[in-house]
């Protein structure tokens, strides 16, 4: 079982940035891809960025590249979502994923075994 906790969200004006953080316990992540996702009032749930486990290759969606990164820091068992160019449309609740052990990462749900409570993070025009 993995534990995820989301932190960093918050208010900010467009053109401003947030540092998302995921800290996973109950087990090492680092062979574990791991993923954010996002959820807008109304909408369904959409992935936003992935990163394997295994050379840390990262993907995005089209909407946040260039713009979002995902990085993770295996000795502090923690993923990071830095947020630069915040637009109002990237308002919503981000949840932080984890997949199984030593599997492919996805961008995908179903791809994802365990989930975070969420953070808000919502962006002011």
């Known amino acids: 079982q993995v534990q995820l906790v989301e932190s960093g969200g918050g208010l900010v004006q467009a053109g401003g940035s947030l540092r998302l953080s995921c800290a996973a316990s109950?087990?090492?992540?680092?062979?574990?891809?791991m993923g954010w996702f996002r959820q807008a009032p109304g909408k369904e749930r959409e992935f936003v960025a992935a990163?394997?486990?295994?050379?840390?290759?990262?993907s995005y969606a089209e909407s946040v590249k260039g713009r979002l990164t995902i990085s993770r820091d295996n000795a502090k068992n923690t993923v990071y979502l830095q947020m630069n160019s915040l637009k109002p449309e990237d308002t919503a609740v981000y949840y932080c994923?984890?997949?199984?052990?030593?599997?492919?990462?996805?961008?995908?749900?179903?791809?994802?075994?365990?989930w975070g409570q969420g953070t808000q993070v919502t962006v002011s025009s």
């Open positions: 994923a984890a997949g199984r052990p030593a599997t492919t990462v996805t961008i995908t749900t179903r791809g994802y075994a365990y």
């Open positions: 109950g087990r090492s992540i680092s062979v574990t891809p």
């Open positions: 990163i394997s486990w295994s050379d840390g290759t990262t």
